[in-house]
Nanobody
Framework: QVQLVESGGGLVQAGGSLRLSCAAS????????MGWYRQAPGNQRERVAI???????NYADSVKGRFTISRDNAKNTVYLQMNSLKPEDTAVYYC?????????????????WGQGTQVTVSS
C-alpha cells in the first residue's frame, strides 16, 4: 500500500555532513508523524528525530544541535540533515512514516519503514 524509498547514506569523515531523504508513495490520504531511527551493530534501534504533521520536532539528546529533520508534504518526503558527524553516528538509518490510506480501505492507518541506508563516519 505504502512504499518508502530512502537515499543519501554513505561514507564521510568526522565533522562532515550528509543529507538523508525518504519518499513515500502509494495510496496515501494523509501523513501524520515522520521520523528517523538508527541501529548500530549490537545495539537496539533508537529514535533519532521525529516531526509531526504540525512540524513540531523532537530530537535524541545525542544529535541535538547537529541534526535537523524536515518534511515536504507536497512530495511526501522527510529529510534528515546531519552536520558535524561523529564516528558514533555510524549506523543503518531507517525512516518511518505513519498516516492514513484511501485504498483499499479508506481511513486505514499505515506505519511503514524504509529499507535502511548505511551511514559510516570515519575518524
Amino acid at each position: 500500500q505504502v512504499q518508502l524509498v530512502e537515499s543519501g547514506g554513505g561514507l564521510v569523515q568526522a565533522g562532515g555532513s550528509l543529507r538523508l531523504s525518504c519518499a513515500a508513495s502509494g495510496s496515501i490520504f494523509s501523513i501524520n508523524a515522520m521520523g528517523w531511527y538508527r541501529q548500530a551493530p549490537g545495539n537496539q534501534r533508537e529514535r533519532v528525530a521525529i516531526i509531526t504533521s504540525g512540524s513540531s520536532t523532537n530530537y535524541a539528546d545525542s544529535v541535538k544541535g547537529r541534526f535537523t529533520i524536515s518534511r515536504d508534504n507536497a512530495k511526501n518526503t522527510v529529510y534528515l540533515q546531519m552536520n558535524s558527524l561523529k564516528p558514533e553516528d555510524t549506523a543503518v538509518y531507517y525512516c518511518n512514516i505513519r498516516g492514513i490510506v484511501y485504498y483499499p480501505t479508506p481511513g486505514l492507518e499505515f506505519d511503514s519503514w524504509g529499507q535502511g541506508t548505511q551511514v559510516t563516519v570515519s575518524s
